[in-house]
């Protein structure tokens, strides 16, 4: 039997602890293992850090409280003065010596002072490697930021640090009087060199790893401990259980939905009983209402499926009536639109000869216009008439005077008198024809006066046939839009008709399906009778 079974309920709850835990102590290690490079890199620069500041504050109180002490008392202040009594290092001696025991004291601690302007005496052990020439170039251009990195040095990891060794005021004028001073332009503040600081950092990192190791292997024994304790509990209070639920499941399946057995207690476990027990009360009186209603729906749709064939024979007729008044629809309409063409006819007849009335009426009212036109020029020509009548009678006066004025000449007179005569006969022709003229003037402008009047009665009479004929224009097309909108009703209600005949033809095929359906619905009632018969609610049934 294998221990580990992927269907068991207990090993399917343990396997997400199993590898929770797995995951919790990846992630550990995965954690310290990050964090251990910037650990162990915090822990060289701290100790460098320290020891650089440690080597300048102490270079920096021997330069300004031990050297000018020593001098005054007349002791040498030498490079060599190892074997010399009275004799003291040189600041910089001092920060090598200093690191040479350190390197002593502290494997792989080391302490260096370093500069591009080294004493002939130190100038074979200055070389710089590329850290301390990168750090140097960095520190001449800001004096206050320290330089480090981390790398293998003799073969041991390793933090280098370097911060700026800067000219003090009593350093100044050491230099630059100094007989083997590579540069004696110093001033004060100038970066001379860097003092760098060497810490190995592997020890640390080692420690660590251990550590790291200790909490892993303490995290899995406290998982594996866990585990075992939730395997006993899970089997004893969850797997047990539900191996006893499932199997009242089974019998369920089975259709056996007798009284079912309760599990004691009020846990979850208990609950779930109560709950299946539940179930299984409401599943066993759902089942028999089901049975209930499954004879019911068989006798319901047999009424049915007898009324939808009722519904469906009478469904029939109402179709073929419906067909019958379609068909009486489409004649009547058929009719009515014949009705709308001829009076739509009539109405564009109508409409043309009132057009010509009112082009009649047009034509007479210019007559009437031109009648009077006439008649003033008649008036007109009679009064030129009565001014040549005026003349004539005036040159006969005149041919009278002249007589007079001849007959008293005498002699002298006499051919004047006959000229007088001549003038006076043709004045008084002048009169007489000018009266006649006058008189067939006014015989003409009568007449004119005559046809004026029967012109404007014919006018009057014209406008009186136009309002007439346009009346019945209007009447014509209202029976026209009459019409016309008959049409379309009628048209409406034979496309209604239409409608409810498919409509009812629909119905009938809808009341076929329901027959059809209601059939269906008794045959799977009585498949429903059969399907629940299967369940066992008593003893007994």
Request: with cysteine; glycine share 8%.
């Amino acid at each position: 039997m294998q221990f580990f079974t992927p269907r068991r309920l207990s090993h399917k709850l343990l396997l997400p602890l199993f590898l929770g835990g797995l995951v919790i102590v990846g992630s550990i290690l995965a954690v310290v293992f990050h964090s251990r490079s910037q650990t162990v890199e915090q822990a060289g620069l701290a100790t460098g850090r320290a020891v650089a500041n440690q080597v300048v504050t102490l270079r920096s109180f021997y330069t300004a409280q031990i050297v000018p002490r020593a001098k005054k008392a007349g002791m040498e202040i030498s490079f060599d003065y190892a074997g010399k009594d009275g004799a003291l290092p040189l600041p910089a001696t001092l920060v090598k010596a200093l690191g040479e025991s350190v390197a002593k004291e502290y494997p792989g601690t080391d302490v260096r002072l370093l500069s591009n302007h080294p004493f002939p005496n130190r100038a074979a052990q200055n070389k710089l490697d590329a850290f301390q020439s990168a750090a140097l170039a960095s520190l001449e251009k800001s004096p206050n930021t320290p330089v480090h990195s981390v790398e293998e040095v003799n073969g041991r990891l390793s933090v280098r640090y370097a911060v700026s060794d800067v000219m003090k005021e009593g350093c100044v004028a050491c230099h630059n009087s100094h007989p083997l001073s590579p540069k004696r332009d110093w001033k004060v503040g100038d970066v001379r060199g860097i003092v760098e600081v060497v810490v190995p950092v592997d020890d640390v990192g080692a420690t660590i790893t251990h550590s790291a190791s200790t909490i892993a292997a303490l995290v899995v024994a406290g998982f594996g401990a866990l585990g075992l304790i939730l395997y006993v509990l899970t089997q004893r209070i969850v797997a047990r259980p539900l191996d006893r639920a499932a199997k009242v499941m089974e019998r369920v399946a089975d259709g056996d939905l007798r009284e079912m057995p309760a599990q004691p207690g009020s846990d979850e476990v208990g609950r779930l009983f109560g709950g299946l027990k539940a179930m299984v009360d409401k599943l066993r009186g759902t089942i028999h209402e089901v049975r209930q209603s499954a004879e019911s729906m068989q006798v319901a749709s047999g009424e049915v499926a007898t009324g939808s064939a009722d519904l469906s024979s009478r469904t029939e007729q109402a179709a073929s009536s419906l067909q019958e008044a379609a068909s009486a629809m489409e004649q009547l309409t058929g009719t009515v639109r014949q009705s709308a063409d001829a009076a739509s006819q009539a109405n564009q007849l109508a409409s043309s000869a009132s057009n010509v009335a009112s082009r009649g009426g047009a034509v007479v009212t210019r007559v009437v216009s031109t009648m009077d036109e006439i008649n003033a020029s008649s008036k007109k020509i009679a009064d030129i008439i009565g001014v040549i009548d005026g003349i004539a009678f005036q040159t006969n006066i005149l041919a009278l005077n002249a007589a007079v004025e001849a007959a008293r000449a005498g002699e002298q007179g006499r051919g004047f008198a006959v000229v007088a005569g001549e003038v006076r006969n043709l004045a008084q022709r002048s009169a007489e024809a000018a009266k006649e003229i006058k008189s067939l003037i006014g015989a003409s402008v009568e007449s004119v006066d005559s046809g004026s009047k029967l012109v404007a009665d014919a006018g009057k009479t014209m406008q009186e046939i136009v309002g007439s004929v346009q009346r019945v224009t209007d009447i014509i097309g209202e029976i026209s839009a009459a019409s016309s909108e008959q049409r379309d009703g009628i048209g409406q209600v034979n496309t209604a008709v239409t409608q409810l005949d498919q409509m009812t033809q629909q119905n009938a095929a809808l009341v076929e399906q329901s027959a059809a359906a209601a059939e269906s619905l008794k045959e799977q009632a009585v498949k429903l009778t059969q399907a629940v018969s299967v369940f066992r609610l008593t003893e007994t049934a």
